[in-house]
T-cell receptor, first 112, second 112 residues
């Protein structure tokens, strides 16, 4: 099956700096790559996603890039704010109705 | 419109006891999933269902059973609980036309 690796496991940045989280996947058939944010004690919520026919997608301060050849994708958060502090999960999937394979999560702390 | 709900929110079991977790959705989505979340392990799929009356095994199905008798409900059963099943359990749903998975609020289960 698919194997998704996520780095780093913890990340601390100063408010206003950028944060980058990277994931790699193993199965070239995966074609959908979401990123979820989970605040302490809350449910995971989708913040951005990308499909394999797109190399980059941006939504305000958040962007995701995908390199299909190298089988890796990254989350970029610019101008970080304290409310960005949370655990972020990447995932890979092949089709709707199929399982998501999640990374092990990155705990991001934004220091005011 | 409650979205995805889970019952109960918290539960403590003794080893060997049984219980059933209920996931209910009012989104009329076909696909439903049960995940467990453990520290440092991310989210791992236990079982999933692509429609009423159907179920399939995920990544970590051992020790669990599921049923989808009604489209809006997905039940996760533990027949004989073990301490290794101490975890936070999340239900998720998505639609055939959408990749996004919507998560429930989670159930925190402790097995002593």
């Amino acid at each position: 099956g698919e194997n998704v690796e996520q780095h780093p496991s913890t990340l601390s940045v100063q408010e206003g700096d950028s944060a980058v989280i990277k994931c790699t996947y193993s199965d070239s058939a995966s074609n959908y790559f979401p990123w979820y944010k989970q605040e302490l004690g809350k449910r995971p919520q989708l913040i951005i996603d990308i499909r394999s026919n797109v190399g980059e997608k941006k939504d305000q301060r958040i962007a995701v890039t995908l390199n299909k050849t190298a089988k890796h994708f990254s989350l970029h958060i610019t101008e970080t704010q304290p409310e960005d502090s949370a655990v972020y999960f990447c995932a890979a999937s092949m089709n709707t109705g199929n399982q998501f394979y999640f990374g092990t999560g990155t705990s991001l702390t934004v220091i005011p | 419109n409650a979205g995805v709900t889970q019952t109960p929110k918290f539960r403590v079991l003794k080893t060997g006891q049984s219980m059933t977790l209920l996931c209910a959705q009012d989104m009329n989505h076909e696909y439903m999933y049960w995940y467990r979340q453990d520290p440092g392990m991310g989210l791992r799929l236990i079982h999933y269902s692509v429609g009423e009356g159907t179920t399939a095994k995920g990544e970590v199905p051992d020790g669990y059973n599921v049923s989808r008798l009604k489209k809006q409900n997905f039940l996760l059963g533990l027949e004989s609980a073990a301490p290794s099943q101490t975890s936070v359990y999340f239900c998720a749903v998505d639609a055939p036309t959408s990749y996004e998975q919507y998560f429930g609020p989670g159930t925190r289960l402790t097995v002593t």
